[in-house]
T-cell receptor
Framework: QQQVKQSPQSLIVQKGGISIINCAYE??????FPWYQQFPGKGPALLIAIRPDVSEKKEGRFTISFNKSAKQFSLHIMDSQPGDSATYFC?????????????FGTGTLLAVQP | NAGVTQTPKFQVLKTGQSMTLQCAQDMNHEYMSWYRQDPGMGLRLIHYSVGAGITDQGEVPNGYNVSRSTTEDFPLRLLSAAPSQTSVYFC?????????????FGSGTRLTVV
């Protein structure tokens, strides 16, 4: 299986709250897990990424939590702001270290209410 | 640097017409890919290339052709457009050899087939 399953499909969070988006994968050969952020009319942009040798990575208000045994990883957005309103995609590589074949989740539409 | 440039931004085709979506990058990236984005389905890989002269099929290649004669350019050809090809198309590039494991996406081409 080469699927990456993402949930929820949409999410509404109040300003200052925590946004949590979850992804699960099946292929244990995956070795790179990026998150992308996409604003309307724009292409996806790399937000943060993690490799399976660590359980957590934090960059500013964005944190990836990774559970290798459960084959799950999640994005946490702390102190969510209206400017974070966007579609978020998780992804995984199919071949070790070579991101020529990124497999994407179906996306989560995040709305942060002021 | 312009990054990844896609043209045109919008296009309307009649069923059966052919066209080429252009993609160019100025970052000297080896890897380039084409994805299509449809509501609720995330980004699905159409074709990819690991270098000039080398291409391969992704998840949804039917109805599309690609070629990679130079490092910079990776055009996507629709041979005979069908309404099912109505979508937003994204070109992306990366180069792990440069320490760039995340894809850089273009701004997309919105294609409507009537």
């Amino acid at each position: 299986q080469q699927q990456v399953k993402q949930s929820p499909q949409s999410l509404i969070v109040q300003k200052g709250g925590i946004s949590i988006i979850n992804c699960a994968y099946e292929n244990t050969a995956f070795d790179y897990f990026p998150w992308y952020q996409q604003f309307p009319g724009k292409g996806p942009a790399l937000l943060i990424a993690i490799r399976p040798d660590v359980s957590e990575k934090k960059e500013g208000r964005f944190t990836i939590s990774f559970n290798k045994s459960a084959k799950q990883f999640s994005l946490h957005i702390m102190d969510s702001q209206p400017g974070d309103s966007a579609t978020y995609f998780c992804a995984a590589t199919l071949e070790g270290g070579a991101t020529n074949k990124l497999i994407f989740g179906t996306g989560t539409l995040l709305a942060v209410q002021p | 640097n312009a990054g990844v440039t896609q043209t045109p931004k919008f296009q309307v085709l009649k069923t059966g017409q052919s066209m080429t979506l252009q993609c160019a990058q100025d970052m000297n990236h080896e890897y380039m890919s084409w994805y299509r984005q449809d509501p609720g389905m995330g980004l699905r890989l159409i074709h990819y290339s690991v270098g000039a002269g080398i291409t391969d099929q992704g998840e949804v290649p039917n109805g599309y052709n690609v070629s990679r004669s130079t490092t910079e350019d990776f055009p996507l050809r629709l041979l005979s457009a069908a309404p099912s090809q109505t979508s937003v198309y994204f070109c992306a590039s990366s180069d792990p050899s440069q320490g760039n494991y995340g894809y850089t996406f273009g701004s997309g081409t919105r294609l409507t087939v009537v």
